[in-house]
């Protein structure tokens, strides 16, 4: 059993009420001794301001966000002493044992629980391909930092030839290491994809008229770290300049090349400051893992994209760059709010239909790029209400999600208006 480095605070809830008691309770020797300690601090119901100065502070890990509803927060000791003051006034707790107790049970299960390992999602998908030998084909579309192997399974009728008459639909997962639904979900939807065929008449149609794309795990390096040593790492397992270790991938993508400089990698909403979270590497495509998407959405005119993050039950599409709306916002907000539609929410309602920048800003994403480099039309689904949640909402989240992807393999025929 590999050792787990993950929480080691003692865990407490406070409100708005209870700060006098917080602070004493921070101020314990346990930061001192392992500066890696976090906590996960949901704020309750956030106003629009409070969430907007948040998600700006790149110093600050931003979990999960749903306006109105939850701002999750990952938070050192002392950072979070220094946000009490701001948190006044709102309902705040702290949830880092439940998570602590999740992570115990799925170990004291099997490993990972339901979780697949990157070893068994490789093996996975290599069954697939054989088992689904006419309609499924297995590639290597690139190399992590580390040297894993990067995967994706083209799921098409005559799956070993390029038709370049059908449409082009990518799906993929993982780009930042924790959100462990995230390939969960990919992985379920070609499962579905590939059973389906010749039995279910509208997978049997898509898989005939389109050409999908599966990549559960962009973020191979990181998949495996999150599992076995820090279940709140993000990003990628690269060595930076200053000794601090990772790139976030979902930062690294060119500008959305709309000609606008503002949506130039490296904008608003990324980090140039290694150690933190948003961190956008020495230059845009300077990761392999995201050389390997941007060449995979290059191969073939994509008509479609879906990337899989956790976690806010949100369905966003470009820009994240700008509040401006692209050429094609019209179709984007009709497609989106559909999608949002067809994806129940674990608590009741649906998921909720926005642009990326209006969540917050954020520069050199996959989905701007995708859009705006390739021509797709891109969305990203933030699953769930966690990182990993449990055994029986994975369940329930990947079968709640397949309407929607074979919904945008639908409506997505040809490439939009940037391309
Ligand atoms: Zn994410």
Redesign the pocket.
């Known amino acids: 059993m590999t050792s787990r480095r993950l929480l080691h605070l003692t865990p407490f809830f406070f409100s708005a009420s209870v700060l006098i008691a917080t602070c004493a309770l921070l101020a314990g020797p346990a930061s001192a001794a392992n500066p890696r300690a976090v906590e996960l601090v949901r704020v309750h119901a956030p106003g629009p301001t409070l969430a907007a100065e948040l998600a700006r502070d790149p110093a600050i890990d931003v979990a999960g966000y749903s306006p109105g509803r939850l701002l999750d927060l990952i938070v050192t000791a002392d950072q979070l002493r220094g946000l009490l003051g701001r948190f006044a006034g709102y309902r705040t707790s702290v949830l880092t044992a439940q998570v602590e107790a999740e992570i115990a049970r799925r170990e004291r299960e099997r490993g990972l629980g339901r979780y697949h390992s990157y070893d068994e999602i490789v093996a996975q998908l290599s069954t697939f391909a054989t088992q689904y030998a006419a309609i499924a084909q297995l590639s290597i579309i690139g190399e992590s930092v580390e040297g894993r192997d990067i995967y994706v399974l083209k799921i098409s009728d005559n799956a070993a030839s390029d038709e370049p008459t059908e449409a082009n639909v990518l799906i993929d997962g993982l780009?930042?290491a924790r959100?462990l639904i995230?390939a969960e979900v990919p992985l379920y939807i070609a499962e579905q994809l590939l059973s389906g065929y010749a039995q279910d008449a509208r997978i049997t149609n898509i898989v005939n008229t389109r050409q999908i794309w599966v990549a559960p795990v962009v973020n191979p390096d990181g998949y495996i770290y999150a599992q076995t040593q820090d279940s709140w790492w993000?990003k990628n397992r690269k060595g930076n300049y200053d000794g601090s270790r990772g790139v976030d991938l979902?930062r690294n993508y060119d500008g959305a090349q709309s000609g606008d400089p503002a949506g130039d990698w490296g904008g608003e909403g990324s980090s140039h400051v290694p150690w933190t979270e948003t961190y956008c590497g020495t230059e845009a495509f300077s990761e392999p893992e995201s050389q390997a998407v941007r060449d995979l959405l290059k191969s073939h005119p994509m008509s479609g994209y879906l990337t899989y993050?956790?976690y806010g039950e949100l369905v966003l599409w470009p820009w994240g760059y700008t509040a401006g709306p692209t050429p094609d916002d019209a179709r984007y907000k009709a497609v989106g709010t559909e999608l949002a539609r067809r994806i129940p929410s674990l608590s009741g309602g649906t998921y909720e239909p926005l642009q990326g920048y209006d969540l917050y800003p954020t520069t050199g994403t996959s989905d701007d790029w995708g859009y705006g480099g390739a021509g797709a039309l891109s969305f990203t689904i933030?699953l769930g209400q966690e990182f990993a949640p449990s055994a029986t909402k994975i369940d329930q989240i990947c079968a709640d999600n397949l309407d929607a992807a074979l919904y945008l393999a639908e409506v997505a025929t040809s490439t939009v208006a940037m391309k």
């Open positions: 780009h930042h959100e995230a993000r979902n993050h956790s933030e």
